[in-house]
Protein backbone atom coordinates (compact mmCIF):
# COMPACT_ATOMS: atom_id res chain seq x y z
CA UNK A 1 0.00 0.00 0.00
CA UNK A 2 1.75 3.26 -0.96
CA UNK A 3 1.05 5.88 1.98
CA UNK A 4 1.98 9.54 2.84
CA UNK A 5 1.13 10.95 6.21
CA UNK A 6 2.62 14.44 6.69
CA UNK A 7 2.02 16.05 10.62
CA UNK A 8 3.37 18.14 12.53
CA UNK A 9 2.18 21.72 10.91
CA UNK A 10 0.23 24.48 12.86
CA UNK A 11 0.41 28.24 13.41
CA UNK A 12 3.33 29.86 14.75
CA UNK A 13 4.70 33.76 14.99
CA UNK A 14 8.04 34.39 13.00
CA UNK A 15 10.90 33.11 14.91
CA UNK A 16 9.61 30.12 16.24
CA UNK A 17 9.75 26.61 15.23
CA UNK A 18 8.42 23.38 14.24
CA UNK A 19 9.29 19.74 13.40
CA UNK A 20 7.81 17.87 10.77
CA UNK A 21 6.83 14.12 10.40
CA UNK A 22 6.08 12.28 7.62
CA UNK A 23 4.97 8.13 7.81
CA UNK A 24 5.65 6.82 4.38
CA UNK A 25 5.24 3.18 3.47
CA UNK A 26 8.11 0.99 2.83
CA UNK A 27 7.31 1.01 -0.75
CA UNK A 28 8.34 4.51 -1.08
CA UNK A 29 10.72 4.81 1.69
CA UNK A 30 13.43 2.03 1.50
CA UNK A 31 16.20 2.48 -0.94
CA UNK A 32 15.20 5.84 -1.40
CA UNK A 33 16.35 9.12 -1.37
CA UNK A 34 13.64 11.01 0.68
CA UNK A 35 12.66 14.43 0.27
CA UNK A 36 10.85 18.14 2.15
CA UNK A 37 8.78 20.16 -0.63
CA UNK A 38 7.04 22.92 0.00
CA UNK A 39 3.86 24.91 -2.03
CA UNK A 40 3.58 28.03 -1.16
CA UNK A 41 0.51 30.05 -1.96
CA UNK A 42 0.00 30.80 -5.45
CA UNK A 43 3.39 29.25 -6.04
CA UNK A 44 5.01 25.57 -7.42
CA UNK A 45 5.60 23.28 -5.48
CA UNK A 46 9.54 23.01 -4.60
CA UNK A 47 12.37 20.79 -2.80
CA UNK A 48 13.36 22.32 0.12
CA UNK A 49 15.54 19.00 1.49
CA UNK A 50 16.54 16.16 0.89
CA UNK A 51 17.77 12.93 2.56
CA UNK A 52 19.56 9.70 1.32
CA UNK A 53 19.51 6.53 2.65
CA UNK A 54 23.15 6.67 4.20
CA UNK A 55 21.93 10.06 6.14
CA UNK A 56 23.56 12.68 3.45
CA UNK A 57 21.77 15.55 3.46
CA UNK A 58 20.80 18.54 0.59
CA UNK A 59 18.57 21.77 1.95
CA UNK A 60 18.32 24.18 -0.57
CA UNK A 61 20.86 27.16 0.01
CA UNK A 62 18.15 29.99 1.06
CA UNK A 63 17.19 27.65 4.33
CA UNK A 64 20.45 26.55 5.09
CA UNK A 65 21.27 27.24 9.25
CA UNK A 66 17.54 26.95 9.74
CA UNK A 67 16.49 23.92 7.99
CA UNK A 68 17.39 20.11 8.98
CA UNK A 69 16.03 16.92 7.38
CA UNK A 70 16.83 13.82 9.25
CA UNK A 71 15.10 9.95 9.07
CA UNK A 72 14.50 6.91 11.04
CA UNK A 73 14.94 3.77 8.77
CA UNK A 74 13.50 2.16 11.14
CA UNK A 75 10.37 3.46 11.03
CA UNK A 76 9.93 4.68 7.74
CA UNK A 77 9.89 8.47 9.25
CA UNK A 78 11.39 11.27 7.29
CA UNK A 79 11.58 14.42 9.33
CA UNK A 80 12.07 17.99 8.91
CA UNK A 81 13.44 20.32 11.74
CA UNK A 82 12.24 24.52 10.85
CA UNK A 83 13.70 26.86 12.95
CA UNK A 84 13.98 30.73 13.21
CA UNK A 85 10.51 30.85 10.66
CA UNK A 86 9.90 33.49 8.61
CA UNK A 87 6.54 34.40 7.17
CA UNK A 88 7.82 33.41 3.79
CA UNK A 89 7.89 29.58 4.93
CA UNK A 90 4.17 29.65 5.07
CA UNK A 91 3.02 27.03 2.87
CA UNK A 92 1.65 22.88 2.72
CA UNK A 93 4.57 20.66 3.25
CA UNK A 94 5.10 17.50 1.49
CA UNK A 95 7.05 14.55 1.70
CA UNK A 96 8.12 12.15 -1.10
CA UNK A 97 11.05 10.48 -2.82
CA UNK A 98 13.50 13.22 -4.04
CA UNK A 99 14.69 13.23 -7.68
CA UNK A 100 11.80 11.15 -9.28
CA UNK A 101 8.35 11.80 -10.85
CA UNK A 102 6.41 11.49 -8.06
CA UNK A 103 2.39 10.73 -9.29
CA UNK A 104 0.89 9.77 -5.73
CA UNK A 105 1.07 12.44 -2.99
CA UNK A 106 0.05 12.64 0.71
CA UNK A 107 -2.19 15.53 2.06
CA UNK A 108 0.62 17.58 2.97
CA UNK A 109 0.31 19.89 6.39
CA UNK A 110 0.18 23.46 6.43
CA UNK A 111 2.52 25.94 8.11
CA UNK A 112 1.49 28.95 8.39
CA UNK A 113 4.18 31.43 10.08
CA UNK A 114 2.41 35.02 11.49
CA UNK A 115 4.29 38.16 11.57
Known amino acids: QVQLVESGGGLVQAGGSLRLSCAAS????????MGWYRQAPGKQRELVAS???????NVRDSLKGRFTISRDNAKNTVYLQMNSLKPDDTGIYYC?????????WGQGTQVTVSS
Open 96 to 104: NRAGYYNTY
Open 26 to 33: ASIFSFNT
Open 51 to 57: ITVGGAT
